[in-house]
C-alpha cells in the first residue's frame, strides 16, 4: 500500500475559511474519504450542499450560506440580491435566508437549498465586499426589487438605496433599462416617486393623494425641496412636501424617523423657523395617510386657503439637498 499523504490542516482552515469545502478540494489537500468519513460519523464535521463538507456543526450562518453558494455556482459567479446588498451596507431588505448568486448564460442551471443560480447574458464586473464577489450595488438592489410582489417594501429598499447616497434614480434607471424587463413594474414605479423627490413610502402614499387632488385642480406639491431665504440665500429647511404657490408646507410624522431626542430637535428647528418665516405647516401621521384620506385632503385645502390670505414670504425653494 502506498504511504498516506500528510495532512496540511492549516491549508484546509485557510481553503475553508468559512467551515465549508467541496469534497474534491479536500481530496486535493490530501482528506481522503476515509477521513472525511470518520469526521462526519465523530460528529465533527457534517455533509453540505451537493458534495460539500461542513467543518464543523450547527447553525449556518449568512457568510457559510455565500460561500456554499459560490462554491456551488462555480468560477467566475458572484453574490446578488440581498446578500450582495448587505454586503454593500444596505438594511431594507427581505430575509428569506436564501442566497442569489449571478453566473454566465452558458451554464446549467443548478439550484441548491436556498440557493438561487440566476444566468444571465449580462454577467457584470464583481466588486469585492468582505471578501465576496459582488455584483455592483445598482444590479444587486434591482435584483431584489425585481423579485418583490408589494410595493412598500420596494419603495423603502430604493429610497433606502437613494437617500443614503449609495447610488443615484439615474444610475438605477439605467440599470433597470439595460436588464431583463421582468418584474420591472413596481422597480419603475417607485423610481417614478423617487425622481419627483420621494424618499419613502409615507411620502409616496402622501403623493398619491397629491395626486389625486392635482386631478381635481389643486396647485402641485413638490417634495423635498430646499427653502431658501430669498434676500440673503440662506437654506433654511427642506420640508417633506411644498406649496410654492403660498409657501406652505407638509410634513408627515413618521415615527420611524423622528423617535430620537436628535430628530425631534430637528424638527422642532424646523418648525420653529417655519413659524419665524411664516410658513403655514400642516403635518399628518403615515396612518392617516392610509385611513383618512379625505381628512387628509381637507386639511391640505385648509392650509393651503390659510396660506392664500396671508402675504407670500420671500421663499424659493430648489432641488438641491439641503
Do not use: Y
Not at 449580462?122 to 459582488?134: A, K, Q
Not at 439605467?174 to 413594474?185: M, Q, W
Not at 414605479?189 to 411620502?203: I, M, Q, T
Amino acid at each position: 500500500m502506498g504511504k498516506r499523504r500528510k495532512v496540511d490542516w492549516r491549508a484546509v482552515r485557510d481553503a475553508a475559511p468559512h467551515g465549508v469545502a467541496r469534497r474534491v478540494e479536500l481530496h486535493e489537500l490530501g482528506v481522503g474519504d476515509g477521513t472525511i468519513a470518520d469526521r462526519i460519523a465523530s460528529g465533527q464535521w457534517e455533509p453540505g450542499e451537493r458534495g460539500q463538507i461542513r467543518l464543523r456543526v450547527g447553525t449556518v450562518d449568512e457568510d457559510e450560506r455565500c460561500d456554499a453558494a459560490l462554491r456551488l455556482a462555480g468560477t467566475g459567479s458572484m453574490l446578488s440580491g440581498a446578500a450582495a446588498c448587505r454586503r454593500h451596507g444596505l438594511r431594507r431588505l427581505p430575509d428569506d435566508g436564501s442566497v442569489l448568486v449571478l453566473v454566465d448564460h452558458s451554464r446549467r442551471r443548478l439550484n441548491g437549498d436556498g440557493i438561487v443560480l440566476e444566468r444571465t447574458r449580462s454577467l457584470p464586473e464583481p466588486v469585492w465586499r468582505d471578501g465576496f464577489p459582488c455584483a455592483p450595488l445598482e444590479r444587486a438592489v434591482l435584483d431584489v426589487a425585481r423579485r418583490m410582489t408589494r410595493l412598500d417594501p420596494v419603495r423603502a429598499l430604493l429610497a433606502e438605496a437613494v437617500q443614503q447616497r449609495f447610488t443615484t434614480v439615474e444610475r438605477l434607471t439605467l440599470e433597470l433599462d439595460a436588464g431583463s424587463r421582468r418584474g420591472t413594474r413596481l422597480p419603475r414605479l417607485v423610481l417614478g416617486e423617487l425622481a419627483a423627490g420621494v424618499r419613502s413610502a409615507p411620502e409616496a402614499w402622501a403623493r398619491e393623494i397629491a395626486l389625486e387632488m392635482a386631478a381635481e385642480g389643486f396647485p402641485e406639491i413638490l417634495w423635498n425641496r430646499a427653502v431658501h431665504l430669498g434676500s440673503t440665500d440662506e437654506h433654511l429647511f427642506t420640508p417633506d412636501g411644498w406649496m410654492d404657490e403660498v409657501a406652505a408646507a407638509w410634513e408627515i410624522q413618521s415615527v420611524e424617523f423622528h423617535l430620537s431626542p436628535e430628530a425631534q430637535d430637528r424638527d422642532h428647528r424646523r418648525r420653529s423657523l417655519m413659524n419665524e418665516h411664516d410658513v403655514v405647516l400642516v403635518e399628518h401621521r403615515p396612518r392617516v395617510l392610509r385611513t383618512a384620506r379625505a381628512q387628509v385632503k381637507r386639511d391640505l385645502a385648509a392650509a393651503h386657503e390659510r396660506a392664500r390670505r396671508r402675504p407670500r414670504p420671500p421663499l424659493v425653494a430648489r432641488h438641491d439637498p439641503s
